[in-house]
């Protein structure tokens, strides 16, 4: 599990909370020392509890719990008397010398004269359920390592422990809505990086960036910049070659046609035609990333692609196929340029001639909403080739064709151009479903998502 900077931050406050919660216990503690009354004081709501009214005479027996209590306590000394001063209980000496020692004092917990300061004496007032007002004396010796952890156990869970508790909510809970806006720069970076396309001279935005952020996005505009440079190398790159390669070409096609006819013939015409298609999808390529699309117009999507198919008829039938067009009646206008939408689904219609079974027929599909399907009933896709498919350079592993990967990759590009989605998937009974889904825009949309890719 990643690690979250929130849930740092809140484990760290509570922490640090904890810390200080010991440390003002740690302070109480040199300032005032051990405080020796919060035993004492159950120990006399104990004593109050023993003490019932028998014949009108208050009496007080402890139990086996209160005597083992008293056992432990340091030289203890204890003398309970009710309102009409008579003694009902003596614990540990001479009840008129206890008496002595603390006359005069007032309720509560006081250190007693003595020669070394380690004598500490207690008097408490209590009211028995029947009404008998008693008074508590006791003396006792200096504290040891049990009466430490009751003293610390009381102020941590009576007096500093629920302050600290407030405080930690508090603070976590300042913590969890600081961090999270001061993470919301983060979260707008994070959208703007997800819509930046390679190639396309795009930065992350450094305004309103906290300052500790913007040598990150400094640091990230430059490997992007850089990475734009090395993409419109390689575009220029490919589009110099495949220029290149017409004139060439162009000639080759000339002495191979002069060659009389054969096998051989016919084998050379075939490669030299493959190249061809391969220089042009370069090309093609090239000029879509450098985003020089044609004039965006409104054209009829339905009435292009039965042009097509029309024109892609002989090139399916001569392969041992057949095709068909299933189109709305209804008429579906899109802005963009006709001519590469007609380059994509050549593409596409290519690649479903090519994937067909001999005998088979390549379905075409258009839609009202601007969905443009080819389907056949090749070998489909294999498990987790729709997601790299779309790009560049890339063959499906059920291919039993040549070709250099781009028809799909231009074919998504394209689409991209146009705010389109482009569809692949396997067609339910075997085979391939692909195709796209332009959205209906008005010129002025298109031609500033031009702009912006551009």
Same mark, same amino acid.
């Given at each position: 599990?990643r !690690?979250s900077?929130?849930?740092s931050l809140?484990?760290?406050?509570?922490i640090?909370?904890?810390?200080?919660?010991?440390?003002?216990?740690?302070?109480h503690?040199l300032r @005032?020392?051990?405080?020796l009354?919060?035993?004492? @004081?159950?120990? /006399?709501?104990?004593l109050?509890a023993?003490?019932?009214?028998?014949s009108?005479e208050?009496?007080?027996?402890?139990?086996?719990?209160?005597?083992? !209590?008293? /056992?432990?306590?340091?030289?203890l000394?204890?003398a309970?008397?009710?309102?009409?001063?008579?003694?009902?209980?003596?614990?540990?000496? @001479?009840?008129?010398?206890?008496? /002595?020692t603390?006359?005069g004092a007032?309720?509560?917990?006081?250190?007693l004269?003595?020669?070394?300061?380690?004598?500490?004496?207690?008097?408490?007032?209590?009211?028995?359920?029947?009404?008998t007002?008693?008074?508590?004396?006791?003396?006792?010796?200096? /504290?040891?390592?049990?009466?430490?952890?009751?003293?610390?156990?009381?102020?941590i869970?009576?007096?500093?422990g629920?302050f600290?508790?407030?405080?930690?909510?508090v603070?976590?809970?300042?913590v969890?809505?600081?961090?999270?806006?001061?993470?919301?720069?983060?979260?707008?970076?994070?959208?703007?990086?997800?819509?930046?396309?390679?190639g396309?001279?795009?930065?992350?935005?450094?305004?309103?960036v906290?300052?500790e952020?913007?040598p990150l996005?400094?640091?990230?505009?430059?490997?992007?910049? &850089?990475?734009?440079e090395?993409l419109?190398?390689?575009?220029r790159?490919?589009?110099?070659?495949?220029?290149?390669?017409?004139?060439?070409?162009?000639?080759m096609?000339a002495?191979v046609?002069?060659?009389?006819e054969?096998?051989d013939?016919?084998a050379?015409? !075939?490669?030299?035609?493959r190249?061809?298609?391969?220089?042009e999808q370069?090309?093609?390529?090239a000029?879509?990333?450098?985003?020089?699309?044609?004039?965006?117009?409104?054209?009829?999507?339905?009435?292009?692609?039965? @042009?097509?198919?029309?024109?892609?008829?002989?090139?399916?039938?001569?392969?041992?196929?057949?095709i068909?067009?299933?189109?709305t009646e209804?008429?579906?206008?899109?802005?963009?340029?006709?001519l590469a939408?007609? &380059?994509?689904?050549?593409?596409?219609?290519?690649?479903?001639?090519?994937?067909?079974?001999?005998?088979?027929?390549?379905e075409?599909?258009?839609?009202a909403?601007?969905?443009?399907?080819?389907?056949?009933?090749?070998p489909?896709f294999?498990?987790?080739?729709?997601?790299?498919?779309?790009e560049?350079?890339?063959?499906?592993?059920?291919?039993?064709w040549?070709?250099?990967?781009?028809?799909?990759?231009i074919v998504?590009?394209?689409?991209r151009?146009?705010?389109?989605?482009?569809?692949?998937r396997n067609?339910?009974?075997?085979?391939?479903e692909?195709?796209?889904r332009?959205?209906?825009?008005s010129?002025n949309?298109t031609?500033?998502?031009?702009?912006?890719?551009?």
């Open positions: 599990m !690690r900077l929130t849930r809140a484990i760290r406050c509570s640090l909370a904890v810390l200080g919660l010991f440390a003002a216990v740690g302070e503690f @005032d020392g051990v405080e009354h919060y035993e004492l @004081d159950e120990i /006399a709501d104990q109050a023993a003490t019932h009214s028998e009108g208050p009496k007080l027996v402890p139990d086996i719990s209160l005597e083992a !209590r008293l /056992a432990v306590l340091p030289e000394r204890l309970v008397v009710d309102q009409s001063g008579h003694l009902l209980f003596v614990y540990g000496s @001479d009840p008129k010398a206890l008496l /002595a603390v006359a007032v309720d509560g917990y006081f250190e004269q003595s020669a070394d300061g380690s004598r500490f004496g207690y008097i408490a007032s209590r009211t028995t359920s029947d009404g007002h008693l008074r508590i004396f006791a003396e006792r010796g200096p /504290a040891e390592l049990r009466d430490r952890l009751i003293w610390v156990k009381a102020e869970l009576g007096e500093y629920p600290m508790l407030i405080t930690s909510a603070s976590i809970l300042v969890l809505v600081t961090v999270r806006r001061a993470l919301r720069p983060l979260k707008r970076l994070s959208a703007e990086a997800a819509k930046i396309v390679p396309h001279g795009k930065t992350l935005p450094v305004e309103q906290p300052a952020v913007v996005v400094t640091a990230t505009n430059g490997a992007l910049e &850089r990475l734009q090395a419109a190398r390689e575009r790159f490919t589009a110099d070659i495949a220029h290149t390669l017409r004139t060439p070409l162009a000639a096609r002495r046609e002069a060659l009389p054969g096998a013939r016919t050379l015409m !075939r490669a030299l035609s190249i061809e298609r391969l220089v370069l090309l093609h390529k000029r879509l990333e450098a985003g020089a699309l044609d004039e965006a117009v409104t054209f009829d999507l339905t009435a292009l692609v039965r @042009d097509i198919v029309a024109d892609a008829t002989p090139m399916v039938l001569r392969q041992g196929k057949s068909v067009l299933n189109a209804a008429t579906t206008l899109r802005t963009g340029s006709p939408i007609e &380059r994509a689904l050549l593409n596409l219609l290519d690649n479903a001639a090519k994937a067909a079974p001999l005998g088979t027929e390549i075409v599909c258009v839609t909403d601007g969905t443009v399907l080819v389907r056949d009933r090749g489909g294999a498990k987790g080739e729709t997601e790299t498919l779309l560049p350079y890339r063959r499906g592993a059920a291919s039993r040549q070709g250099a990967g781009l028809g799909l990759a998504a590009e394209t689409v151009r146009h705010g389109g989605e482009t569809i692949l067609r339910v009974g075997g085979g391939a692909v195709g796209f332009l959205p209906a825009r010129a949309q031609a500033n998502d031009r702009k912006l890719a551009a």
